[in-house]
């Protein structure tokens, strides 16, 4: 066949295309799939064309268009636009980097995070003694206030928080009674310049400040009212000052995504992420590793060299605690003949006065390690490198667990980074998959990194996930080959191993298309995105995320989430969907709002009938005609709708979108969360009720669960 | 016995109908009522597992009054002999779960001391990990002990079963329940609709249904048309009208409104062949009191949500298997803050119709400070792998526990037999 016929007969087909679109865009992928049976090749007949490809390659390679994305990578060239967002340094992101000025948090260092807002076990050591107050004033006065609340919650046997929230000194209930002259007092801060009311609150000593805690509460969004987010995080650390770390990690991750210009850079670091996961609740200082881990591991190398992401997470506190290797101790050590505990608890012992002092520190002394902890080594190369049956066996865990001995972290209650500690490093020489690592210290570490990353088995592995997320739940070897030798040949570069897949006929294949059901995380930030939502507070699609079951950092066992639909598509997860859904499009989700009315105007003008403004949804949702079904249903609904029951609001109750909840599934944090939940202000109601219904059915819909 | 399950079957049928109050019963109703029938035929119970997450003390719940050692080590923590419950001469319960001794004394209720995991990780999230997966030590494994359960269950025998067979109370489906059979998370039985409480909810209802029903998705319009399913089994259970029967008074507190959830779905015959909820506030290292304090009202609350459950399913109550379980105990000593830090083995209780309780099972290893695993706290005598196996194999009827506890070797000559055979 000449390049003229092939150029005619792509053109006859892409009109079809066009014509059936519109007609039933579902029949023809099934007709897709009917060619593509017994062909090994991929002709141009099961090549998607034109705007199919770029809607395509922005469901894959982005969290789903926005109004007006296709026609803006039109107008750029597809080629071009992917070229541009393997360089995310080149993209104008201003916009969104105003929205994460609101998490000031963000920008600390682990070490200046853990000062500022200190750990529940931090507040204890400083109650019993085994810490200074710090010399800042500000922050000397949060470390009095807090020190002196968790004081009377100990006094007053205010039962224990859950674990893993070890903190929340300033009891947040509201069943308190008003102090003598609260009223008056919170009256008189109101009146204050916010720097001056917030300057007045770190001035007022604890005792007073306990009074006041009702009326604070009730009065909360006036406190808060006109001050810098710094100022604002300032004075949340009053209350919880664990919760500002995790809070801004939280919010900022999904605003990154919902916002960011730079789509590939956000999607690769959730790969990564993921891929080297870390369970947020593992312990008290693990929201603090991950800010540091997100910000200054993951992201930085998400398009880079596979091996120095490597390196980095290796590195990381986040993992070296996740993974337990900073409390691995060669047997054969000179740590191990010591005794395991280490010379800071040997300093808080000499501290320690008081009964309650001395027990922490015994505590302390009691987890020290003892020896080798071979968990870090196995995930290393079962899920980070090798892969599950990689070829190495129980011994190569134990050697290997050795080589890393001593990579461990310095002052981990007080958010210290790596350090290589000598005298927890096995001595000897290690063999690791056959190989001689010659005792070089913390050398080795780098060796078996460096094995690890330019093995093919690893090029294989991680290539493989990357076809599973990017192009389908089971990809064709033939594309997971020539990405894994994309990987070998560039020394692991990403934006090759990317460019490969994006260049491959796979990629772009008809049964590609629309053959990856959304996760939740990618179903609700890109309900987000179609929408154009304003994210004041991403607390409550936090919540959603949660109660999908993929709750951001959430992911307990190392293996991270997995991105095959069989995960997720599931009974009550279902109904969650369609009631996000449903809320989203009425405006009805506190903190996250949107209007219709204003996207149809910005779109296509005044729709002249309810038809028309249905069809100009599909467009702004779907990108694309909805199937006749989901179109008849969401008409039908229209019609018979009255006006009242489409403004009868979908309210998101903290039963319907329960908060993030601190380890168990019910109890305390769960009511905590209602209770955040309930500051948060409620949205307007919708501006156009009936687009808002048509909106949730179509979000909700079939047609927006696949990408 | 068998007068019984006449009984029940008839009553089931009775009660699958008078849901709906038609003469047509919808198919979804039919075959509710027909998993239970062939279930029935098989084992006819339910499981119910209760995680108590934080390490409760178990050497405060089931007391070793007659351990000199246990008076020595907890000076100020310890409840006094004069004070416990009493079982059986060396045991006694807190006085806080008053509401289990008569289940005790009336043969429904069993004990399992010295119980727990092999591992000796003492940091929650580990031991919680381990458990709920059922694999000590084992972190990549991605599912949960009674998911896998469930899939044991005379797989060959291919049983029509709900959307609610592996159930779980909360926001979230747990690691317990987690894996390739599809289990559900229900919050709140009243909210478990689409469109929530708008007055526009029918209609929405409706037109997903007519989306989902007709995809031409496969994928998506099976899991529509259980959703649907689900969601009218749901509102046929009718749940704002519940009322627990026989006098049972739930506390008001999130386990026990758990607790009253469950019980309500096991009656309105959707299916459900096994249930998880928690209970946390646990981890006593400080203050944690003794006939009184932070501990003891916990323990009421967990008590009386699990006896007032126990009314209230009466008759049916005969079906069920109710365990508890929690990550690991608390030391032996109490420590300098009038609490107990992370220690080993744990106490279970095991409830049901099927029982044989009335007896604290398992070996006591004693609380000297010889005796104390790294002379601190109560060694394991029983893997917790083997009370819970017994119950998955004799409840739920799951044969091969290799596949519910892989590498556990457990072997049902060697259960404790809390549960008769067969």
């Not at chain 1, 807002?117 to 206030?145: C, H, K, V, W």
């Not at chain 2, 291919?158 to 909360?170: D, N, P, S, V």
């Amino acid at each position: 066949m000449g390049s003229g016929m092939t150029g005619i007969l792509r053109a006859a087909i892409a009109g079809v295309v066009c014509v059936q679109l519109v007609v039933q865009p579902l029949g023809l992928e099934a007709l897709g799939h009917k060619h593509m049976a017994g062909m090994t090749q991929a002709p141009a007949s099961t090549q998607l064309q034109g705007d199919e490809r770029i809607l395509h390659a922005l469901n894959r390679m982005s969290y789903g268009p926005r109004p007006g994305d296709v026609e803006a990578v039109r107008q750029m060239g597809l080629d071009k636009w992917f070229e541009l967002q393997l360089h995310p340094e080149k993209i104008d992101n201003s916009a969104l980097e105003a929205r994460l000025a609101q998490y000031p948090a963000l920008k600390l260092s682990e070490e200046r995070l853990a000062e500022k807002f200190p750990t529940g076990p931090m507040i204890r050591a400083m109650y019993n003694g085994l810490q200074p107050l710090p010399t800042d004033s500000a922050e000397r006065a949060i470390y009095t206030d807090v020190t002196y609340f968790y004081g009377e919650s100990q006094k007053h046997r205010v039962p224990a928080p859950k674990d893993g929230d070890g903190n929340g000194m300033m009891p947040a209930q509201d069943d308190s009674e008003d102090g003598p002259g609260a009223r008056e007092q919170v009256q008189a801060l109101l009146a204050l310049a916010p720097t001056e009311r917030l300057q007045r609150i770190l001035d007022t000593p604890p005792q007073q400040l306990l009074a006041m805690r009702k009326q604070m509460g009730v009065h909360r969004q006036q406190i808060v009212e006109g001050m810098t987010p710094e100022q604002r995080e300032t004075l949340e650390s009053l209350v919880n000052p664990r919760s500002v770390v995790v809070n801004d990690l939280l919010a900022a991750t999904l605003v990154r995504e919902i916002y960011s210009e730079t789509q590939v850079q956000e999607v690769m670091t959730d790969f990564w992420l993921n891929h080297f996961n870390i369970y947020i609740k593992k312990n008290e200082n693990t929201p603090y590793q991950l800010t540091a881990y997100e910000r200054d591991v993951i992201a930085p190398h998400a398009l880079g060299r596979f091996e120095d992401l490597l390196v980095a997470t290796a590195k990381s506190t986040a993992m070296m605690s996740y993974l337990d290797n900073w409390e691995s101790i060669g047997p054969d050590s000179m740590a191990a003949r010591n005794g395991g505990a280490g010379r800071y608890a040997q300093a808080m012992a000499e501290r320690a006065k008081t009964p309650e002092a001395k027990a922490q520190v015994q505590a302390i002394v009691a987890r020290a390690p003892k020896g080798l902890n071979e968990n870090y080594a196995r995930e290393l190369m079962e899920l980070h490198t090798l892969g599950v049956n990689g070829g190495y066996t129980q011994k190569d865990v134990t050697e290997v667990a050795k080589v890393f001995t001593g990579w461990t972290i310095e002052r981990p209650m007080k958010g210290g980074g790596f350090l290589f500690d000598e005298r927890r490093h096995e001595p000897g020489t290690k063999l690791v998959l056959g190989k001689t690592i010659a005792e070089h210290g913390q050398t080795e570490g780098y060796e078996v990194l460096h094995m690890l990353a330019t093995s093919p088995q690893t090029a294989k592995s991680i290539c493989r996930k990357l076809a599973v997320r990017f192009v389908s739940d089971t990809p064709p070897q033939a594309l997971v080959d020539r990405m894994a030798q994309s990987f070998l040949d560039s020394k692991g570069d990403m934006r090759e191993v990317l460019r490969t897949m994006w260049s491959s006929p796979e990629f772009w294949g008809k049964d590609a298309y629309r053959a990856k059901v959304k996760t939740p995380l990618e179903y609700v930030v890109s309900a987000a995105r179609a929408g154009q939502v304003d994210v004041k507070t991403p607390l409550p699609l936090v919540a959603t995320l949660e109660r999908l079951g993929m709750p951001l950092y959430g992911c307990m066992p190392p293996t991270g989430y997995y991105w095959r639909a069989s995960d997720w598509v599931s009974t009550s997860a279902l109904v969650t969907r369609m009631n996000f859904a449903l809320a989203l499009g009425a405006n009805a989700i506190p903190g996250v709002t949107t209007d219709w009315a204003v996207l149809l105007r910005e779109g296509s003008g005044e729709a002249a009938s309810q038809q028309q403004k249905e069809q100009q949804l599909e467009a702004l949702i779907l990108d694309r005609p909805a199937s006749d079904k989901t179109r008849a249903a969401v008409m039908q609904q229209a019609q018979t709708m009255t006006v009242a029951q489409a403004a009868s609001r979908f309210q998101i109750s903290p039963d319907t979108v329960p908060g993030m909840d601190n380890g168990g599934t019910a109890g305390k944090g769960q009511k905590r969360e209602q209770r955040a939940l309930q500051q948060i202000r409620p949205n307007a109601p919708p501006t156009d009720p009936q687009a808002s219904v048509m909106a949730g059915l179509l979000i909700g819909s079939p047609d927006f669960q696949r990408r | 016995m068998s007068g019984i399950r006449v009984t029940r079957r008839a009553f089931m049928r009775g009660g699958a109908m008078a849901l709906v109050g038609t003469s047509a019963v919808p198919t979804f109703l039919q075959r509710a009522v027909l998993a239970e029938q062939t279930n029935a035929a098989a084992t006819g119970r339910r499981l119910v597992v209760i995680f108590q997450r934080g390490a409760v003390d178990g050497l405060s719940m089931v007391v070793p009054y007659k351990e000199s050692s246990y008076y020595q080590m907890r000076t100020s923590i310890a409840i006094q002999q004069q004070e416990v419950l009493e079982l059986n001469g060396f045991f006694g319960l807190h006085p806080s779960l008053a509401a289990f001794k008569p289940l005790y004394d009336q043969g429904h209720l069993a004990i399992v001391h010295a119980a727990g995991s092999p591992s000796i990780s003492r940091s929650h999230f580990d031991a919680q990990d381990f458990m709920e997966s059922g694999t000590p030590d084992v972190k990549a494994t991605t599912d949960g002990w009674l998911n896998r359960a469930l899939q044991a269950e005379d797989l060959a025998a291919k049983r029509q079963h709900t959307a609610f067979r592996a159930m779980a109370l909360g926001t979230q489906v747990p690691r317990t329940l987690q894996g390739t059979l599809p289990a559900i998370a229900v919050s709140s039985v009243a909210d478990f609709a689409v469109g929530g409480k708008s007055k526009a909810a029918p209609g929405l209802n409706d037109a997903f249904e007519a989306m989902y029903d007709e995809s031409s998705d496969s994928l998506l319009r099976g899991t529509g048309d259980e959703t649907f399913e689900a969601v009218k089994m749901m509102k046929a259970a009718n749940p704002a009208q519940y009322q627990p029967q026989n006098g049972a008074v739930y506390p008001t507190t999130a386990f026990g409104q758990s607790m009253k959830q469950i019980a309500q779905l096991l009656k309105a015959n959707l299916g459900v062949e096994a249930a998880f909820t928690d209970i946390g506030g646990w981890d006593t290292h400080q203050n944690q009191g003794n006939t009184r304090g932070q501990l003891a009202d916990r323990l009421k609350e967990f008590s009386d949500g699990i006896g007032a459950f126990w009314a209230d399913m009466g008759q049916d109550a005969e079906h069920i298997t109710l365990v508890t379980m929690s990550e690991f105990g608390r030391t032996a000593r109490q420590n300098g803050t009038g609490g107990t830090d992370h220690g080993h083995a744990n106490a279970m209780f095991v409830l049901g119709g099927h029982v044989k309780g009335g007896k604290v099972y398992g070996r006591w290893p004693g609380l000297a400070p010889e005796q104390l695993n790294e002379g601190r706290d109560l060694v394991v005598t029983t893997d917790f792998r083997a009370v819970l196996g017994e119950a998955a194999y004799r409840t739920l009827g799951a044969r091969n526990l290799e596949v519910v506890f892989p590498g556990g070797q457990l072997q049902p000559q060697r259960f404790l037999n809390i549960l008769p055979v067969g």
